[in-house]
Nanobody, 125 residues
């Protein structure tokens, strides 16, 4: 069984930084991964995605230049470095993975089968 356990997050002032981590276990191999976020009443929104190798990444326009997705396959861990945080970045953040073998990234939530427990990020203005 695949498990994704998230850590990081919390409360930060606008302009500050946070790093989210997502530890994967039970997958048996490495797969594409992504970060999504959700605010109350809204659907999950794509934030960033990364391919199996980590060589291909894609970031939503709203976070481009401020957030960076990365992974350490030796540690089975996904990261999201968030800099220059804004109040509109406040949300619950989720990591996700699937079992696709292509070295591509995927930006739709329907492309992912396994999800982390979510972690709250609150940015105060």
């Amino acid at each position: 069984q695949v498990h994704l356990v998230q850590s990081g997050g919390g409360l930060v002032h606008a302009g500050g930084s946070l790093r989210l981590s997502c530890q994967v276990s039970g997958a048996g191999s490495i797969y594409p991964m992504a970060w999504f976020r959700q605010t109350p009443g809204d659907e999950r929104a794509f934030v960033a995605a990364i391919s199996r190798s980590g060589l291909r990444t894609y970031h939503a326009e709203s976070v481009k230049g401020r957030f960076t997705i990365s992974r350490d396959n030796a540690k089975d861990t996904l990261y999201l470095q968030m800099n220059s945080l804004k109040s509109e970045d406040t949300a619950v953040y989720y990591c996700a993975t699937n079992r696709k073998y292509s070295d591509l990234y995927y930006t739709e939530s329907d492309d992912y089968d396994y999800w982390g427990q979510g972690t709250q990020v609150t940015v105060s203005s």
